[in-house]
């Protein structure tokens, strides 16, 4: 038997609603997305010591009075700080290598590394479809940080305890998750709750000194109250005046709203502001912060099909996508996927559906760039908000309103996180799953016979419909020990409706028993745009009968071809 010839291709274009059927004239290698009814148990039998979340939160304690965040300090009490994140990931490296890869992608502007970890059955070294999930682009919003990390533990320990679901999952799927991106403004939550930005020194009030850390819960009442008076507007914050302006609490530390620095649309109004001491202060150019440009970096890197931002502090939870409004990115087929797509995501979680022009004007936000960039399904999750512990206190005496309670607005009591991220974990898995995969099958066939390779593109979806027309586009050089019966170069697919498979076959006549091969191939399809694949299929002895199915399992949008054989030299660009 001949050494398995992997083939991978990867499809951008349609997120997927039921299980993937595989089309192949022999065994399948790999079966995913199987019905899995199994109750598996919250509480596994972890390996090493490790302790998963739940257990974490086992005896966390209910609302605290006062700003939560305040009261625990530093420690953060039931949620992770920065050490206790990383000393929780570095573990799970540890304890579970066959699934989990840490890693980081940068530094933040205080040199505090970005960590992201992936997750995926290193044993299948096929390439796979790869999903995104990342948290806490804003400061205050800690509980998308716990989101992420029982998303990881709930996926590791189920995959240990034999789910069928998740070991079909990570056999074909790569999930990244990146816990925490704005890890500098996560570090002041003890101080400041309000903190939203990075930690990039502005000089917010103009007299030429930045960050004067003058917020401060100068009563010790456990708030930090934001401060309005009738005449001036907003004011400050609880604090003191160190540089004798005569404003209190007025140039806090940093900085830059992330989610308002990404390069799609920067910098337009009213969607961020172009005043630094504004809470959607978009920075002096998009990507200026090192969270933003190291997370620009890794994803320019990778081919992410689905992706989502874990974010808090609504009036209620949701699920909001691209902007769709004038100037807005979807439009056509892309923006029923977002709606109906949305609609499923609401149904798993109980979130809202929202479009973010009915929230609020955006501009410079993570999944428009996303979306702009290749990634086809950019969601944005508002996991948690709770508008009743926001409240004022009206100081008649001296005219001025007492804003407070911020960080209950943003983040549950500690004995809710956990079923919080229960709530969360169904609409992130199917995001996981839904993306398009492929599946791979080898075998070889004797001299005299023909070698096919098929390319098939499957739209098994009951619900989601598409109409492009996809053609795929090939050339063959370098061919030894092969001819080549194909007429033409370039096939139309046709186009894709519901529960409808195209295809086309490249083949070739085998001439002698070690032949090689170099194939470039490409695609492209109306939305998106396209890429190219260049392989080279290595010389080897032929000596089993059997044949070539390639399925390629996915959508209409932008294609991504990624074939690799052992030894196989590859290169893959995208438009």
């Given amino acids: 038997m001949n050494k398995l010839l992997l083939i991978g291709i990867f499809l951008t274009g349609l997120i997927l609603s039921c299980p993937i059927e595989v089309i192949t004239s022999h065994k399948v290698v790999i ?35 006062g700003d939560d965040s305040i009261v625990f300090g530093p420690t953060f009490g039931p949620y992770h700080n920065y050490s206790e994140l990383i000393n929780k990931l570095k573990n799970l490296n540890t304890t579970y290598p066959e699934i989990i890869e840490v890693f980081t992608i940068g530094k933040t502007y205080f040199e505090r590394k970005i960590y992201c970890v992936r997750i995926t059955n290193e044993s299948i070294t096929i390439p796979k479809t790869e999903i995104l999930i990342v948290g806490q682009h804003h400061a205050q919003e800690q509980i998308s940080v716990e989101n992420a990390l029982y998303f990881i533990d709930k ?31 996560a570090e002041l939550m003890s101080q400041n709750p309000w903190q939203r930005k990075t930690l990039r020194p502005i000089d917010e009030d103009g007299d030429g000194v930045e960050d004067e850390y003058e917020v401060q819960d100068i009563n010790m009442d456990g708030y930090v109250d934001r401060l309005r008076d009738e005449e001036n507007g907003f004011i400050g914050h609880e604090g003191i005046d160190l540089d004798g302006d005569g404003r209190i609490g007025n140039d806090k530390p940093g900085g830059v709203d992330p989610n308002r620095n990404y390069a799609y649309q920067f910098g337009k109004q009213p969607g961020a502001s172009d005043n630094p001491s504004a809470w959607n202060y978009h920075g002096p150019y998009a990507f200026s912060e090192n969270c933003t440009a190291r997370f620009r970096d ?99 005496t001296i005219g001025r309103y007492h804003y407070r309670g911020v960080w209950d607005y943003c983040n549950p009591p500690g004995d809710e996180v956990i079923e919080n991220s229960a709530q969360t974990y169904p609409g ?26 098929t390319v098939s593109v499957t739209n098994p979806s009951t619900y989601i419909r598409t109409n492009c027309s996809i053609t795929l586009d090939w050339t063959a050089s370098q061919v030894t020990g092969l001819t080549l ?81 052992r030894k196989l030299k590859y290169q893959t660009k995208r438009f």
């Fill in 298 to 396: 890794f994803v320019l890197q990778r081919n992410f099909i689905t992706a989502i931002s874990l974010h808090s502090g609504m009036d209620y939870s949701m699920v909001l996508g691209p902007s769709t409004g004038e100037g807005g990115l979807l439009e056509g087929i892309d923006k029923d996927l977002y709606l109906s797509t949305g609609t499923k995501l609401q149904e798993l979680t109980g979130f809202s559906l929202e479009i973010e022009e009915s929230v609020y004007p955006l501009s410079g936000v993570w999944d428009d760039w996303m979306y702009s960039n290749g990634t086809l399904l950019a969601f944005t999750f508002e996991t948690y908000g709770n508008p009743s512990a926001y409240f004022s206190i009206y100081n008649e």
């Fill in 31 to 65: 079966t995913i997305n199987q019905t899995d009814n199994s109750n598996y148990s919250t509480k596994f039998q972890t390996r090493g010591g490790y302790t998963s979340i739940w257990e974490e939160y086992e005896n966390a304690p209910g609302d605290q009075p």
């Fill in 428 to 453: 992130l898995l199917f995001m996981a799953e839904e993306a398009p995969y492929l599946s791979i099958q080898t075998n070889n066939k004797q001299v005299g016979e023909q070698l096919q390779i």
């Fill in 485 to 565: 019966l194909n007429t033409t170069y370039t096939v139309n697919l046709g186009e894709l409706q519901a529960k409808s498979t195209s295809q086309t076959t490249i083949i070739f006549l085998i001439d002698e028993s070690n032949y090689s091969l170099h194939i470039k191939l490409w695609a492209t399809g109306p939305k998106v745009g396209g890429a190219v694949t260049e392989y080279d299929l290595n010389s080897f002895q032929v000596t089993t009968e059997s044949s070539i199915p390639i399925t390629l399992i996915g959508m209409i949008g932008s294609f991504v071809y990624i074939i690799i054989k």
């Fill in 155 to 185: 996926v590791v320990l189920e995959f240990f305890s034999s789910s069928t679901r998740i070991q079909n999952l990570l056999n074909t799927k790569a999930i990244y998750v990146i816990p925490s991106l704005n890890i500098d403004g």
